[in-house]
């Protein structure tokens, strides 16, 4: 009998932290990555938040979006929301520059005071293990998709999980993406 407890007690542990480990795999915040300035930001501080994640980059036709992501940021970041900027140069080099190059060009031309990121590769061989995630339902436990162009969007909920992928062309302050932000 008390071997049958004892199995007993150890397999709804293994099952409790089998279960913690699934919901765990699906989320953003196993990540911590590079911000523009060369410090480690780790996903993890993001928890409760909405966040929106953009491939950017510096010399394309969507980068005017900067200015609708800062409006956004500014207008939502005190109601749990935030926006994370991810330059990439996967798309007709359009994001040449280095960290410090793409942070004055932000600054400079749009006031961008939203979390910026170091580059990083957002396709092929070389994609960052978060845009790996991101891409493929295997990972993120929602869906496959591919990132088509610059200023594709990523929508990730409170609990860190991909809900939502926005093409480019979709401005950041379409009325859908309002809508999510404000009712989830």
């Given at each position: 009998?008390?071997n049958?407890?004892?199995?007993?007690?150890?397999?709804?542990?293994f099952s409790?932290?089998?279960q913690?480990?699934?919901?765990?795999?699906h989320?953003i915040y196993?990540?911590t990555?590079e911000?523009?300035?060369?410090?480690?930001?780790?996903?993890?501080?993001l928890?409760?938040k909405?966040?929106?994640?953009?491939n950017?980059?510096s010399?394309?036709?969507y980068?005017p979006?900067?200015?609708?992501?800062?409006r956004?940021?500014?207008?939502?970041?005190?109601?749990d929301?935030?926006?994370?900027?991810f330059?990439?140069n996967?798309?007709?080099?359009q994001?040449?520059?280095?960290?410090?190059?793409i942070?004055?060009f932000?600054e400079a031309n749009?006031?961008?005071?939203?979390?910026?990121m170091?580059?990083i590769?957002?396709?092929?061989?070389?994609?960052?293990?978060?845009?790996?995630?991101?891409?493929?339902?295997?990972?993120?436990?929602f869906?496959?998709?591919?990132?088509?162009w610059?200023f594709?969007?990523?929508?990730i909920?409170?609990?860190g999980?991909l809900v939502r992928?926005?093409?480019?062309?979709?401005?950041?302050?379409?009325?859908?993406?309002?809508?999510?932000i404000t009712n989830?």
């Amino acid at each position: 009998m008390r071997n049958l407890v004892l199995f007993s007690l150890v397999l709804v542990n293994f099952s409790l932290f089998a279960q913690k480990s699934a919901s765990d795999k699906h989320n953003i915040y196993q990540f911590t990555v590079e911000d523009i300035s060369g410090e480690k930001f780790d996903l993890k501080e993001l928890k409760g938040k909405k966040v929106m994640l953009v491939n950017t980059a510096s010399k394309c036709g969507y980068t005017p979006q900067y200015a609708d992501l800062q409006r956004l940021y500014e207008k939502y970041k005190s109601q749990d929301f935030t926006i994370i900027g991810f330059p990439a140069n996967n798309f007709g080099r359009q994001e040449p520059g280095s960290d410090e190059e793409i942070a004055k060009f932000c600054e400079a031309n749009y006031g961008v005071s939203f979390p910026m990121m170091s580059k990083i590769s957002v396709k092929g061989e070389d994609m960052h293990p978060l845009y790996a995630f991101l891409t493929q339902k295997e990972k993120n436990g929602f869906k496959d998709s591919e990132v088509k162009w610059n200023f594709q969007k990523y929508l990730i909920n409170e609990k860190g999980e991909l809900v939502r992928v926005v093409p480019s062309a979709t401005l950041p302050t379409d009325k859908s993406i309002i809508s999510w932000i404000t009712n989830g």
